[in-house]
Antibody, heavy 124, light 107 residues
Framework: EVQLVESGGDLVQPGGSLRLSCAAS????????ISWVRQAPGKGPEWVAG????????YYADSVKGRFTVSRDHSGNTVYLRMNSLRAEDTAIYYC?????????????????WGQGTLVTVSS | DIQMTQSPSSLSASVGDRVSFTCRAS??????LAWYQQKSGKAPKLLIF???TLQSGVPSRFSGNGSGTVFTLTISSLQPEDVATYYC?????????FGQGTTLEIK
């Protein structure tokens, strides 16, 4: 059974940093891209960042480029999102989502499994 | 970036009704379009991919259509458990953008 479990969400002050984790199980981790998707209160989902199965390719939304870094640890089957210089507009539930296509070098695709989300609140 | 626009923003219908939502892409995306259902407090759930392919386990009352810039999601006979917000997503690039959603309620 595929499972994605996010953790690391917290209340942080503007300008602060946070690292989110996404623990994956139930599939061959290195074969599938993972993305981070966030959802602000009352808003639609917003794709934030993605990393290929091999870890060799990463992409970021313009809204987070230069501030967020996505990485993956194959030994622990975990994907991370390091968030720096956080702003109030980064407040959201952050989901990790598995791309459906078996393609280690690809990032794009639709999401067949999602985690339960972790809440990030940026406020003073 | 490709913008996804959904209409209507909300919809109220009766059990048993046929309902349809529309999603428009600002540029052609062939059939790289997915639909998700999100119930209150839950993560989105994949319903349809490649514009018209039903995800395994999704009831057959859901169907999708379209290509290029205009797509539709149809529920042939609305059920109480279909109350949710529905989102479209284009995935023709790594920058997969979502629409703002259509919220479906029961009359």
């Amino acid at each position: 059974e595929v499972q994605l479990v996010e953790s690391g969400g917290d209340l942080v002050q503007p300008g602060g940093s946070l690292r989110l984790s996404c623990a994956a199980s139930g599939f061959i981790f290195r074969n599938y891209a993972i993305s981070w998707v966030r959802q602000a209160p009352g808003k639609g989902p917003e794709w934030v960042a993605g990393i290929s199965g091999s870890g060799g390719a990463t992409y970021y939304a313009d809204s987070v480029k230069g501030r967020f870094t996505v990485s993956r640890d194959h030994s622990g089957n975990t994907v991370y999102l390091r968030m720096n210089s956080l702003r109030a507009e980064d407040t959201a539930i952050y989901y990790c989502a598995k791309v459906s296509v078996l393609a280690p070098e690809r990032v794009s695709g639709y999401f067949d499994f999602w985690g339960q989300g972790t809440l990030v609140t940026v406020s003073s | 970036d490709i913008q996804m626009t959904q209409s209507p923003s909300s919809l109220s219908a009766s059990v048993g009704d046929r309902v349809s939502f529309t999603c428009r892409a600002s540029l052609g995306i062939s059939k790289y379009l997915a639909w998700y259902q999100q119930k209150s407090g839950k993560a989105p759930k994949l319903l349809i991919f490649a514009a018209s392919t039903l995800q395994s386990g999704v009831p057959s009352r859901f169907s999708g259509n379209g290509s290029g810039t205009v797509f539709t999601l149809t529920i042939s006979s609305l059920q109480p458990e279909d109350v949710a917000t529905y989102y479209c997503q284009n995935y023709n690039s790594a920058f997969g953008s979502f629409g703002q959603g259509t919220t479906l309620e029961i009359k």
